[in-house]
């Protein structure tokens, strides 16, 4: 994980985003040491949340999160399902066992099967999610990172083998999902980082397709190897990543808000994002009618799922309330959310001019 950049891309964006997966999962683990503490925890529970935060990001590939589209569509799998594997049937196991850990137990944990304990790991105000906004905010120099982690740490507390937040502290998850709502169009969805990552992918895929990387390794690889494949390699995987290793990255050539698709637009947006085939039908007829070599007119379809918010819950005068009941600003927050997302269409800044005409041809609609 210390070859693993947590923000994948981004660093051509924000220079001093270097930071690794490494660091992340070291600040997770703290945090959740401090969690079991102030919960007053028995030893061994603390022992197993610290073990899961720590290892909850074990089954990333190259560049993090960049790579996870083509770990699920080749693997048909989800990074969290590939961090069970790792732990299960690596040196990490011996480690566990070790440590008086059964490794089935950490997954369970991480897979949220173990109530408070896997909301600890995974939940609206997680130990995962407390770290990383923090973190991203202090190495892009970005002002949204600034968080109440101690009066969010002290007002939360089990409640029916779930993990809930008392009033006092609903202060505290307001800003917290604050800071992520502003992250996100700032850092994890910035247009620049968004074209190196769909440029990073398409790269890769062909490289899976010419048969120069087998996808069933490609978890197994971190950003220097990837790094090392673009180089070797000719033709579009060599020129793409020497694209990058220059920071000569496409350019917008088209947007669509989420917003102003029709709901049979948005339908076919979802649809396409798990039929690859068409998705690359799509870019060749799109690159074949502007006279565009294919492979250089590339279409971002943002996951809609990836930013949506998880449950959770506030303890008020006893009764238990949705996290966005007890908050009008996170309902507020939830449904603005789609309004960051744009459909996007990406292509080498010589060829923006022939893209003008899609104004009135959307190829979705």
């Not at 079991?36 to 925890?41: F, I, T």
């Not at 790269?203 to 790094?227: C, F, R, V, W």
């Amino acid at each position: 994980m210390r070859r693993l950049k947590q923000l994948g891309m981004t660093y051509l964006v924000y220079p001093s985003a270097n930071h690794t997966r490494f660091e992340h999962s070291l600040g997770a683990l703290h945090l959740a040491g401090k969690l079991g503490e102030k919960l007053n925890l028995p030893a061994d529970a603390r022992k197993k949340i610290r073990f899961a935060a720590l290892l909850h990001d074990a089954g990333h590939g190259p560049l993090s999160h960049t790579s996870e589209e083509l770990l699920q569509r080749y693997l048909g799998v989800s990074h969290e399902k590939i961090t069970e594997r790792v732990i299960e049937n690596s040196e990490i196991t011996g480690i566990l066992e070790e440590a008086g850990v059964k490794p089935g137990k950490i997954c369970d944990i991480i897979a949220g099967k173990h109530g408070y304990m896997s909301r600890i790991i995974s939940s609206e105000f997680d130990v995962d999610r407390m770290d990383f906004l923090v973190r991203d905010a202090h190495h892009t120099g970005v002002a949204y990172g600034v968080i109440d982690l101690d009066r969010l740490l002290n007002t939360l507390r089990i409640y029916n083998n779930d993990l809930v937040v008392e009033k006092g502290g609903l202060k505290a998850v307001e800003a917290l999902l604050v800071a992520r709502f502003l992250m996100i169009p700032t850092v994890y969805l910035h247009h620049t980082s968004r074209i190196a990552d769909v440029m990073f992918l398409k790269a890769t895929e062909h490289a899976i397709e010419a048969g120069l990387l087998d996808y069933e390794l490609l978890y197994k690889m971190d950003d220097y190897s990837m790094q090392n494949l673009f180089r070797n390699s000719t033709g579009y995987v060599y020129d793409i990543g020497a694209m990058l290793d220059r920071r000569e990255l496409f350019k917008k050539a088209y947007s669509k808000p989420w917003m102003e698709l029709s709901e049979e637009g948005k339908k076919k947006a979802i649809s396409l994002r798990k039929n690859v085939v068409k998705w690359k039908k799509i870019e060749d007829e799109l690159a074949s009618d502007l006279g565009i070599e294919n492979g250089y007119a590339l279409l971002d379809i943002p996951s809609i799922s990836h930013y949506k918010e998880t449950a959770g819950q506030v303890i008020i005068d006893d009764e238990l309330l949705e996290i966005g009941e007890a908050s009008p600003l996170i309902r507020i927050l939830r449904k603005a959310q789609e309004e960051l997302l744009d459909i996007e269409i990406y292509a080498p800044k010589e060829h923006l001019e022939k893209f003008e005409k899609l104004e009135s041809e959307w190829y979705l609609e």
